[in-house]
């Protein structure tokens, strides 16, 4: 009977024991979760450090719910820190997880934050396929945080088409996520986690359509309410709500306080690790306002020497997320054997020919410059070769095509931009394929786009760059970059 006793007492003593720890693990598991969830939009560094701890914890107990969580939270830092091929690799065990099943909450900021994901690596079908599905995830729920997510899924929308220059809709959005959010009680909107609270930035996207427009009257209040907000909760990332003050006041031709926000934007951006090129270009814009050309020429100087590295990291990271994500779409449709699986091989094996080909041609041209020993055969060749090599990009609508222009031609970018400093990346590579001799209908083809967009985009770049309804974009663009080499 002792003995029973004992044993008994023993086995409860050790029971309660091995409880207790693991009851400590999980507790210091949402400690360090809610550490991560603290420093969001405060100290991205310290969140995700605290996320890749709880990251361990997580892993060793195989606990899933507490994996999907962490890997959100580890993977929304990387995000940041445009470190995009951990962040998917992250993303995507998130999305493998068994907890993720039945949590449609959670299943949709996964989403989200992959459309976010796709919207920096310039995918934008697959953010704007990625933000349906979250939404529709979140129809049918009516609690706070899935009201609050779906008020940010619009406003991801409303960038979306401000992106495509349809600010209609962009408009119409936008609307949506504030009326929603509005109807929020802020005790109820400031109680949730970090990882929902986006409403300083939904006023912020209100005030960027709107100055997108060239209506800074309209835009004012939203910069205001976007601010005030970013202040009541306590964001340090306050760059974004620096730089749209700066654009209302460059706008509204008070230049001095525009010139002090950007220099308060370049600040906050380099505390946060953040690249700061075209702020340094609204800088320099802004002294030629003003007539202060030495400051001009050095921000210019700055941002120009910043974008040579930036574009050019960027380039980088975008050629192996697009090299890594063609390899997984093989290796999952492979193991599916469906007619995707065909088609995705087929595309890598006409790549790899086309690779190829273009090699055999080179070495095959090397061999008779060589041969010839024809120094102006070889350049003319060389010429041929680069401006085949980017046509065959162009027609495929390759992700290499823009980083291999700007090679060919370095000095593309720097001048139009000394034209008008804030011509965007779509538009400058629309110059590139007019600069190539490619017409509406081919530019529209190869990039998957309507004629009609394109040639909305061609007026809108006419206007951008003040030229004359008389001349001719192909025509003057060829002339304006050769006799300026």
Request: with cysteine; proline share 1%; glycine share 2%.
């Amino acid at each position: 009977m002792i003995q029973k006793f004992l044993l008994l007492f023993l086995f409860t003593f050790l029971h309660n024991i091995c409880f207790s720890q693991q009851e400590k693990q999980i507790t210091k598991t949402d400690s360090l979760l809610n550490l991560s969830d603290n420093y969001i939009n405060v100290d991205y560094k310290k969140s995700l450090q605290y996320a890749e701890e709880a990251l361990i914890i997580a892993k060793k107990e195989n606990n899933s719910n507490n994996k999907v969580r962490v890997y959100y939270y580890a993977a929304k830092s990387l995000v940041f820190f445009r470190q995009f091929e951990k962040a998917s690799q992250y993303i995507e065990k998130g999305l493998q997880e068994k907890a993720l099943k039945n949590d449609n909450l959670l299943k949709a900021n996964y989403y989200t934050l992959q459309a976010s994901y796709y919207s920096r690596m310039s995918l934008f079908e697959q953010q704007f396929n990625n933000l349906r599905k979250a939404l529709t995830l979140l129809k049918s729920k009516k609690d706070i945080e899935s009201q609050i997510l779906t008020s940010n899924i619009y406003t991801y929308f409303a960038d979306y088409y401000t992106e495509l220059q349809d600010y209609k809709l962009a408009n119409i959005y936008s609307d949506k996520s504030i009326s929603i959010i509005e109807k929020i009680p802020i005790n109820k909107y400031l109680s949730t986690k970090k990882i929902y609270k986006n409403k300083a930035f939904i006023y912020f996207y209100k005030s960027w359509i709107y100055l997108e427009q060239k209506n800074p009257h309209l835009a004012y209040p939203f910069i205001v309410k976007a601010y005030n907000q970013a202040v009541l909760e306590k964001i340090d990332y306050m760059a974004l709500f620096n730089e749209i003050y700066g654009d209302y006041y460059y706008q509204t031709n008070d230049y001095k306080k525009a010139i002090n926000f950007y220099l308060k934007a370049v600040d906050n951006k380099i505390k946060f690790g953040q690249n700061h090129a075209n702020i340094d270009t609204k800088i320099a814009d802004t002294y030629k306002k003003i007539g202060n050309s030495n400051n001009e020429i050095y921000y210019l100087k700055r941002a120009e020497d910043r974008r040579k590295i930036d574009q050019k990291e960027y380039n980088k990271i975008i050629r192996n997320e697009l090299n890594r994500i063609v390899v997984k779409k093989n290796i999952e449709k492979k193991e599916s054997y469906n007619k995707i699986t065909i088609i995705t091989l087929a595309f890598c094996i006409l790549l790899i020919v086309l690779i190829l080909r273009i090699r055999i041609v080179r070495k095959r041209k090397r061999g008779i410059i060589i041969e010839r020993e024809k120094e102006i055969e070889e350049l003319q060749q060389k010429v041929t070769d680069t401006f085949s090599e980017l046509n065959e990009l162009a027609k495929e609508n390759s992700p290499h095509f823009w980083g291999r222009f700007q090679e060919i031609h370095p000095y593309f970018v720097q001048k139009l931009l000394k034209i008008n400093p804030n011509l965007k990346t779509s538009e400058l590579t629309l110059c590139a394929y007019i600069y190539l001799g490619f017409s509406n209908k081919e530019i529209a083809e190869y990039t998957f786009k309507a004629i009609r967009t394109i040639e909305n985009n061609r007026y809108n770049l006419r206007k951008k760059i003040n030229l004359n309804s008389t001349e001719d974009l192909t025509v003057w663009l060829r002339k304006y970059i050769d006799e300026t080499s």
